[in-house]
């Protein structure tokens, strides 16, 4: 079993920073991609950013320039980096790692914008 583990969100003012970390544990060989999911109150969950296992980044259009995922290996952790925050990135931030091809989530971690 694996179990993921946020930290770092919180309530901040438009055009603070806030950062996520997110540890990995348990029965772990190898971890592939892992990257952040948000969801804002009544809208659907999305895709903010993805790490591969080599580094290769990718970003939602929204958060590009602002935002920035980086990872520790010898940590399993990956981190969050959300610079120039906007009331619209409010929402509960998820974690998620590829292990062994199989996908696990962390417990989510609110973050709050306020304007």
């Known amino acids: 079993q694996v179990q993921l583990v946020e930290s770092g969100g919180g309530l901040v003012q438009a055009g603070g920073s806030l950062r996520l970390s997110c540890a990995a544990s348990?029965?772990?060989?190898?971890?592939?991609?892992m990257g952040w999911y948000r969801q804002a109150p009544g809208k659907q969950r999305e895709l903010v950013t993805v790490?591969?296992?080599?580094?290769?980044?990718n970003y939602a259009d929204s958060v590009k320039g602002r935002f920035t995922i980086s990872r520790a290996n010898a940590k399993n952790t990956v981190y969050l980096q959300m610079n120039s925050l906007k009331p619209e990135d409010t929402g509960v931030y998820y974690c998620?790692?590829?292990?062994?091809?199989?996908?696990?989530w962390g417990q989510g971690t609110q973050v709050t914008v306020s304007s």
């Open positions: 348990g029965s772990i060989v190898s971890i592939n991609a």
């Open positions: 998620y790692a590829d292990v062994s091809r199989r996908n696990y």
């Open positions: 790490i591969t296992g080599i580094g290769s980044t």
